[in-house]
């Protein structure tokens, strides 16, 4: 299937995935009949508000929604489809060993919380050289390969690589994240809400240091987010979620242009600024 806006072959395919979770008191449905194509080289923006089905959907990929990550019964129906060089992989069922190697090697994620994703007891530079424990190379070109990731991100030179995650800003955690997922240079790229705790400033830091590296290894990368505000810096595509449905899917400048669902309308309307009124917000699929 080639690419709507030219850039490269599909890289995954969800067909029909519905992702639900027993609870106490029943079954919800966090994830209905979702459809959705990602691209070689794209970053596509995934957007709505918090409980629309944006990070369960992204863990889904990752199989995430199981054990050891997880306690809460899950059940995810339908396709989806890892398109690579060797053959097309449907992730939706598989083992646990192919899902590891996936997680290591192919598939990243970034997620909101950097503090809880860090290991609160291990060095920075140490938790960025486990990320490459898979790579058949030896200890001295691994750190140069950790070195210069480090370099990349903006945390360069010793004082950092021997930082334990609590020594470090919210920002340079966001940017120890996006070490430990760039160093393993995978395919795709899932951000889940990467900026949603820092400030204005910091924000764009991160914005821009994610576009830069996803460039200089040409990743994909899948961007969660609840604010439309950013996605227009980040993105080519946005698909709009609610109630777990996607309820529109396009280029960022045809959507942000004239958006077609009632949903995506009240987002726009709502973006924060200094002139803009707010009007409530239409929470329906």
Not at 90 to 102: E, I, N, P, Y
Request: proline content about 4%; some cysteine; charged content about 20%.
């Amino acid at each position: 299937m080639a690419d709507p806006n030219g850039k490269g072959r599909l890289l995954l395919s969800a067909r029909d995935v519905n992702v639900s979770f027993e609870v106490s008191n029943g079954i919800v449905e966090a994830v209905r009949d979702l459809n959705l194509d990602i691209f070689a080289g794209e970053t596509l923006a995934l957007v709505g508000e918090s409980g629309s089905g944006k990070s369960a959907f992204a863990k889904s990929i990752l199989d995430m929604h199981q054990p050891p990550f997880t306690r809460r019964r899950c059940v995810i129906q339908g396709d989806i489809e890892y398109h690579r060089a060797s053959g097309v992989l449907q992730l939706v069922g598989a083992d646990g060993k192919t899902m590891r190697a996936v997680r290591e090697k192919e598939i990243g994620m970034i997620f909101q919380d950097a503090m809880s994703s860090l290991n609160p007891v291990i060095r920075l530079g140490k938790q960025v050289y486990e990320a490459l424990s898979y790579v058949p190379i030896d200890p001295s070109s691994r750190w140069l390969k950790v070195s210069g990731i480090l370099d990349e991100v903006g945390l360069g030179g010793k004082r950092y690589a021997r930082s334990f995650p609590h020594q470090l800003s919210g920002g340079q955690r966001q940017r120890a994240m996006i070490a430990i997922a760039a160093v393993r240079t995978p395919s795709l790229l899932i951000a889940d809400e990467p900026t949603t705790a820092l400030d204005v400033t910091v924000q764009a830091q991160i914005l821009s240091l994610l576009k830069r590296v996803q460039a200089s290894s040409n990743m994909s990368m899948l961007f969660i987010t609840h604010d439309l505000g950013v996605v227009h810096d980040v993105a080519e595509r946005v698909a709009v979620m609610c109630a777990g449905r996607i309820v529109e899917l396009g280029n960022v400048s045809q959507v942000f242009r004239d958006p077609q669902h009632a949903y995506t309308k009240s987002l726009l309307e709502n973006r924060p600024g200094p002139t803009r009124k707010r009007k409530a917000r239409v929470a329906t699929a």
